[in-house]
């Protein structure tokens, strides 16, 4: 078995790397509901991985919004060391990241951790639902539990309402970056020069609907690959070999750094990512701004169909 896992982990290596407890391990749930944004928060109380930690996608993982930098705009990179400080998350932590949602939510904290420069982050394959399968237990922080206070049937220390509060190692140290972002304007610049894969719905990509942004429509030029694609009927991520042999036509004979992923808000867009990066097609960038960001200025153009 190999550490550290800078990918995806499965269920059963995730127990055995814990049994072994050779290495600090991290677990980080990130489950979200973009219609229930306290939905996540509640599932982790009703039943988690033991000793995992939640980190809500709007509180910890996005800036605040100002109205032209999109729904899910990243942190100051000194705000989410922070965030991994007080879940004491240092260099030589394995963290894993997972959710409830086939991946989508724990792809951008994967993503996020690497843009810091942390290495050693996987996403659990096939979130919970692979945990127990697999024969792992989960437990429950009961509502109205005292902050810093332990629940009943674990050593968690967090509570949803203070969703960065934990073990305080001080910021995550500066570390040069192990993935790459684009901002709009750099895009807007490189139109037709890079290759640019939105993966949103395709209803969403071609302009039928748009239940969440400005405008309808995509980025000129932009190619659609549904995130949801990446997986397979029992969502899990497909096995490599054909992710890459899906990917490697988008990529039109350029290179993998030659990507620019963006989606609605820059969150599912990391799930297309992982998948090119688990499929051996590494150094992809994101644009963390997305449509929300795009569609926001009324001066970038737009396209249908």
Known sequence: MKTPFSTLISAADLRALLDRGATPV?????????????????????????????????ADL????????????????????????RLGIMPATQVIALDRQGGMYAARLWWMLRWIGHAAVAVLDGGVAAWTEAGGALHRKPEGTPDGTPDSTS?????????????????????????????????????GTVRLIDARAAERFRGDVEPLDAAAGHIPGALNRFFK???????????????????LPLLGGQPANAVVHQCGSGVTACHNLLAMEHAGLAGSVLYPGSWSEWSADPGRPLAKG
């Open 155 to 191: 050593d968690d220390t967090r509570d949803p309402a203070h969703p960065a509060r934990s073990l305080d190692a001080g910021p995550y140290p500066e570390r040069a970056a192990l993935a790459g972002a684009m901002d709009g304007d750099t895009l807007a610049a490189r139109l």
């Open 62 to 85: 996005s800036a605040p919004k100002t109205g032209r930098n999109g729904r899910h705009p990243l942190p100051a990179r000194a705000d989410f060391a922070r965030t991994l400080g």
């Open 26 to 58: 991290v677990i980080v749930d990130t489950g979200f509901d973009l219609a229930d944004v306290q939905a996540g928060a509640r599932a982790w109380r009703d039943g988690h991985l033991p000793g995992s930690h939640y980190l809500h996608l709007d």
């Open 229 to 247: 694609l990446n997986l397979d009927a029992a969502g899990r991520f497909k096995a490599a070999a054909d992710l890459r042999q899906e990917f």
